[in-house]
C-alpha cells in the first residue's frame, strides 16, 4: 500500500512523528507513557514503509516486494495494540498519578495483547498469497480472501479507538477546566476519523469482493489511507503536551521551575538561621521541591513568630524612597523577616517572651519572596558605615511635611 500523499506533506509529518518519539524516549518514562511512544514508533514504520522512495529501496532487496503491504499493515495493527494498552491504564481505576498499574495482573495482559495482535498481522501474508502468486493487488484479486484480511488488518485499530473515544468522552463530560475538555474533545473526534477510516474499508473489501464497482469503492480507493498521516500526526502533537511540560522543566522554564528560583534565596536565609527545618531526603520532582519549600518556609516564619512585631513592621525602617509603592507593604513585612532572623541569631539559647497574637497568617509567601532581594539590599546598604549618619546611627526614612 503506497501512499498517495505529496512528498511535500508526508515528509514534514513524518519527521514531526520521529522527532516527538525520540524525545518521548528519552524524557517521558511512566508505563502510559512508554507505551504511547510504542504506538507512535510503530505508527512511523506505518508512515516509512507507506512512502514510495522507501518502497523502491526495499524492493530490491526483497524476493517478493508486495509483502511490504502486509509488513506495513502489521506495524498499524501492533500500534493499535499498544494504544489498547494505554488506554486500559487510563481506564484503570487502581492506577497512582504516573500511569502506574498497581495490580500486577493487569499490568501483564499486554504481552498477551501484543502477541494476539502479532499472531492476526501473521495471518495476512496467507490470506494475500494467492493475490500475489496472481500478480494482483488484494482488491484486484478479490474473493472472501480480502473481506477476511481488511476486517482481521482493521478490527485492533476500531476497538482501540473505540475505547479511546469512550474513555475521552467521560473525560469531557467530567472535565474541570476548558483546556481539558478541548483535548477530550479532540481525542473524540479524531478517534471517530480513525473508526470512520476502519469500517468504510472492510465495507468496501465487501463491495470489492463482489467485484462491485461504484462510486464508494472508487473514493475509497483513491483515498487510500490519505488521512493516516495527518490523523496521527495530528495524534502525536497533542501527546507531545506532557513532554513540552517535562522538557520545560529540565530548561527551567515551566512555573514551577521559575518559582523556585524565586523562593529559593529567601528559603536559603531562613534555612541558614534554622537548619534544623529543613527535611531530608531531598525531592527531585520540580513540584515536590516547590511544596517543600513552602512548608519550610512557613515552619521558619512560625518558629520567627517571637522575633516578629505584631504589625510585622522592623524596629528600624529604612529609606524607602527608591522602592515603588505597590510593593512597599511587601518590602517593609521582608524587611521584618530580616530583622527577626537577626534577632534570633543575636538571641539564640535565650527563650523570647511568648506572644499571643499572630499576624504571620497575612503573609503572602509569593509577595514576601518577590519583596526579599530588595529588603536584603535595602539592609546591606543601611548598616554600610558609609551610609551612616551622625553618630553611626543607620539612615531611617522620615515623614515630611
Given at each position: 500500500m ?11 509529518m513524518?519527521?514531526?512523528l ?20 510504542t ?10 514503509l ?15 516486494p ?55 498481522g ?14 494482483q493487488t ?19 485499530t ?15 463530560r467530567?472535565a ?44 475509497r480507493?483513491?483515498?487510500n ?31 514551577a ?17 534554622m537548619?534544623?527545618v529543613v ?8 513540584d ?18 517571637p522575633?516578629?512585631?505584631p ?26 523577616v530580616?530583622e527577626?532572623i ?14 499571643l497574637?499572630?499576624h ?5 509567601i509569593d ?13 546591606i546598604?543601611?548598616?554600610d ?6 553618630h553611626?546611627?543607620p539612615?531611617?526614612?522620615?515623614s515630611h511635611?
Amino acid at each position: 500500500m503506497t501512499s498517495t500523499l505529496p512528498d511535500y506533506l508526508a515528509w514534514p509529518m513524518l519527521v514531526t512523528l520521529a522527532v516527538i518519539v525520540i524525545l518521548r524516549v528519552l524524557f517521558l518514562h511512566t508505563l502510559v507513557d512508554k507505551r504511547l511512544s510504542t504506538m507512535l514508533a510503530f505508527w512511523v514504520f506505518v508512515g516509512l514503509l507507506r512512502d514510495p522512495h522507501v518502497q523502491n529501496l526495499l524492493a530490491v532487496h526483497l524476493v517478493d516486494p508486495s509483502v511490504i503491504r502486509q509488513a506495513t499493515h502489521m506495524c498499524a495493527m501492533l500500534a493499535s495494540a499498544a494504544m489498547i494498552g494505554a488506554v486500559t491504564i487510563w481506564a484503570a481505576p487502581d492506577h497512582d498519578n504516573d500511569g502506574f498499574i498497581t495490580k500486577t495482573r493487569r499490568r501483564d495482559r499486554q504481552p498477551l495483547i501484543y502477541c494476539a495482535v502479532f499472531l492476526a498481522g501473521l495471518a495476512l501474508f496467507p490470506l494475500s498469497a494467492p493475490a500475489r502468486v496472481a500478480g494482483q493487488t488484494l482488491e484486484e484479486h478479490g474473493t472472501w480472501h480480502v473481506v477476511a484480511y481488511m476486517t482481521i488488518y482493521s478490527a485492533p485499530t476500531i476497538v482501540a479507538v473505540t475505547c479511546l473515544a469512550a474513555l475521552a468522552w467521560e473525560t469531557a463530560r467530567a472535565a474541570g477546566t476548558r483546556v481539558l475538555q478541548i483535548g477530550a474533545g479532540l481525542a473524540v473526534f479524531i478517534s471517530a476519523v480513525s473508526a470512520f477510516d476502519g469500517i468504510t474499508r472492510i465495507i468496501n473489501s465487501f463491495l470489492v469482493a463482489a467485484h462491485q464497482n461504484n462510486a464508494f469503492t472508487e473514493w475509497r480507493s483513491e483515498s487510500n489511507d490519505i488521512l493516516f498521516l495527518p490523523e496521527v500526526t495530528a495524534i502525536a502533537i497533542v501527546l507531545a503536551t506532557p513532554l513540552a511540560h517535562r522538557l520545560a522543566a529540565k530548561l527551567g522554564i515551566d512555573g514551577a521551575s521559575r518559582r523556585i528560583r524565586r523562593l529559593e534565596p529567601m528559603w536559603r536565609d531562613l534555612t541558614e538561621a534554622m537548619p534544623t527545618v529543613v527535611l531530608h531526603p531531598r525531592p527531585t520532582d520540580v513540584d515536590a521541591i516547590v511544596d517543600r519549600l513552602e512548608i519550610e518556609i512557613w515552619d521558619t516564619i512560625v518558629r520567627l513568630r517571637p522575633y516578629l512585631r505584631p504589625d510585622l513592621t522592623p524596629h528600624d525602617l529604612p529609606d524607602l524612597a527608591q522602592v515603588s509603592r505597590h510593593s512597599r507593604a511587601d518590602v517593609i513585612r521582608a524587611l521584618a523577616v530580616h530583622e527577626a532572623i537577626d534577632t534570633y541569631r543575636a538571641q539564640q539559647g535565650t527563650r523570647p517572651i511568648a506572644r499571643l497574637d499572630d499576624h504571620t497568617e497575612s503573609i503572602d509567601i509569593d509577595r514576601l519572596a518577590r519583596a526579599w532581594a530588595t529588603a536584603r539590599d535595602l539592609k546591606i546598604s543601611t548598616n554600610d558605615p558609609a551610609n551612616q549618619e551622625g553618630h553611626g546611627q543607620p539612615r531611617l526614612s522620615r515623614s515630611h511635611g
